[in-house]
T-cell receptor, first 113, second 114 residues
Framework: DQQVKQNSPSLSVQEGRISILNCDYTNSMFDYFLWYKKYPAEGPTFLISISSIKDKNEDGRFTVFLNKSAKHLSLHIVPSQPGDSAVYFCAASDLRYGNKLVFGAGTILRVKS | SAVISQKPSRDICQRGTSLTIQCQVDSQVTMMFWYRQQPGQSLTLIATANQGSEATYESGFVIDKFPISRPNLTFSTLTVSNMSPEDSSIYLC???????????FGQGTRLTVV
């Protein structure tokens, strides 16, 4: 039972353009969502998060959008840079049960220069 | 954010043996977690390490296979017992600091069982 789904295994984007990574979830009790970036041989690095009471959160080049009715969130990176090339994981939690994270399968982002 | 050190960073082990992974944090943290990432898979929570008491395991994970200790607020260990090739994975320590809602991860331990 995959509660968090990232249906695109990979995405290729030209440098300077926008990268859009998508994530869907099935558990309506999730109330906190996060995006992590992971380089090979490193642990995941926290990027940005959003609470279910919001529909948008922005931090520099990174913006996360949440559509609760559709159970969908997306991460926008603009402009994309070659250093953004990594695996991006979407994660969700139900804060009633602490911060146990349920992860999606990840999307490999390649930014071409 | 807290600085998390995991040891070892990688190891190759014989089947039937056990490996203990250490997670050290440079500050006291509220919660510590252990995750596993099998090859080509996403991260899966193994257990929450509770200070001074038994860890809380997720479905599919048991204490006999993955004993966990957390003697204080900055240190935890995960042991992978009686290893088989199916245990080959990256094991990750994660921490949550007081007042924060985003968890941070160590660099992981890449385990290969032969």
């Amino acid at each position: 039972d995959q509660q968090v789904k990232q249906n695109s295994p990979s995405l290729s984007v030209q440098e300077g353009r926008i990268s859009i990574l998508n994530c869907d979830y099935t558990n309506s009790m999730f109330d906190y969502f996060l995006w992590y970036k992971k380089y090979p041989a490193e642990g995941p690095t926290f990027l940005i998060s959003i609470s279910s009471i919001k529909d948008k959160n922005e931090d520099g080049r990174f913006t996360v959008f949440l559509n609760k009715s559709a159970k969908h969130l997306s991460l926008h990176i603009v402009p994309s840079q070659p250093g953004d090339s990594a695996v991006y994981f979407c994660a969700a939690s139900d804060l009633r049960y602490g911060n146990k994270l349920v992860f999606g399968a990840g999307t490999i982002l390649r930014v071409k220069s | 954010s807290a600085v998390i050190s995991q040891k070892p960073s990688r190891d190759i082990c014989q089947r039937g043996t056990s490996l203990t992974i250490q997670c050290q944090v440079d500050s006291q943290v509220t919660m510590m977690f252990w995750y596993r990432q099998q090859p080509g898979q996403s991260l899966t929570l193994i257990a929450t390490a509770n200070q001074g008491s038994e860890a809380t395991y997720e479905s599919g994970f048991v204490i006999d296979k993955f004993p966990i200790s957390r003697p204080n607020l900055t240190f935890s260990t995960l042991t992978v017992s009686n290893m088989s090739p199916e245990d080959s994975s990256i094991y990750l320590c994660s921490v949550l600091e007081s007042g924060r809602t985003e968890a941070f991860f160590g660099q992981g331990t890449r385990l290969t069982v032969v």
